[in-house]
């Protein structure tokens, strides 16, 4: 039992049989990688069952913190995978950057026609990603685009769900297994407001200190001042973790400050995951 859930071995063993075969049916494969849980799982998949038949895709631009890019790049190495990085020109979109409540879809739109020409130029068949069986249920805009391409999803076609996807990438010494949910930059930017370079490079500098200070889950918040001034940052730090704010809080206002954010509110609720992430 992980987690409240109980975890069939059988039940498991017989989705890693089925996710391994829809590999095997539509290679050669491109895979959009991100470097989080559930693409680290599949490209680790993939790797494994077809050798140099699987590519990993990871899509650059300014929504991406350079962290996590250095730390998807390392990952895949370390298991052997291939892995491209491809520009990604969504921040010129301006119904990307205007900040809409479905932005992801534009995201993807970007993404996938990116990796659909690269399908067409190399010959690979098939495009996927790493929406799992849980994702299905949420309202996810990306998967609109995804649908517009045709791009697979291997892992939800299996019945792979976030827990199992979590044990089976312990199991294969993934160092995502337990890694909380990282969404781009841009989701830290308030809806309707303009996703930018220069705010996403705040957050990115904003973030980075809160994590020098020691702390793993939290969210800074963008919100610009409509009366001119400069933007308000709003830092949630995960309930479990609220308690070692005291002795750095002046600190991390300070840091903020300097980076350009006018004002800095503690949310008291502290972060909480969101039900369904876009």
């Not at 069939?8 to 890693?16: N, T």
């Not at 659909?116 to 190399?122: D, F, I, S, Y």
């Not at 799992?132 to 998967?143: K, T, V």
């Not at 809806?191 to 957050?203: F, N, S």
Request: charged residues 25%.
């Amino acid at each position: 039992m992980i987690n409240g859930s109980t975890i069939c071995e059988p039940a498991l063993q017989d989705k890693m049989r089925n996710l391994h075969a829809n590999l095997k049916l539509h290679a050669p494969i491109l895979i959009a990688y991100s470097g989080g849980v559930d693409s680290t799982f599949l490209l680790h998949e993939a790797s494994r069952e077809l050798g140099d038949g699987a590519v990993g895709i990871i899509a650059d631009s300014p929504s991406l913190p350079r962290r996590s890019l250095a730390e998807a790049l390392e990952n895949a190495e370390n298991f052997g995978a291939r892995v491209e990085v491809v520009a990604t020109a969504e921040l010129s979109d301006p119904r990307y950057s205007s900040n809409p409540a479905n932005r992801c879809y534009f995201c993807k739109l970007e993404l996938f026609g990116k990796m659909q020409q690269l399908a067409l130029e190399r010959g690979f068949a098939a495009l996927a990603y790493g929406e799992n069986a849980d994702d299905a249920l949420l309202l996810r805009p990306g998967a609109m685009a995804a649908s517009e391409f045709r791009v697979i999803a291997p892992l939800r076609s299996a019945g792979l769900t976030k827990i199992e996807i979590r044990l089976m990438s312990r199991q294969r010494g993934l160092p995502t297994a337990d890694q909380p949910a990282q969404p781009c930059l841009s989701s830290r930017i308030a809806y309707r407001t303009e996703v930018t370079r220069d705010a996403l490079l705040m957050v990115e500098k904003a973030e980075e200190f809160v994590r020098s200070a020691g702390f793993s889950v939290f969210r800074v918040r963008y919100t610009a001042d409509q009366r001119g001034g400069g933007p308000e940052a709003k830092l949630q730090i995960a309930v479990e973790e609220m308690g070692k704010l005291g002795p750095v809080e002046s600190k991390i206002r300070e840091n903020l400050g300097v980076l350009g954010f006018r004002e800095v509110k503690i949310d008291p609720n502290g972060y909480r995951p969101p039900a369904a992430v876009r």
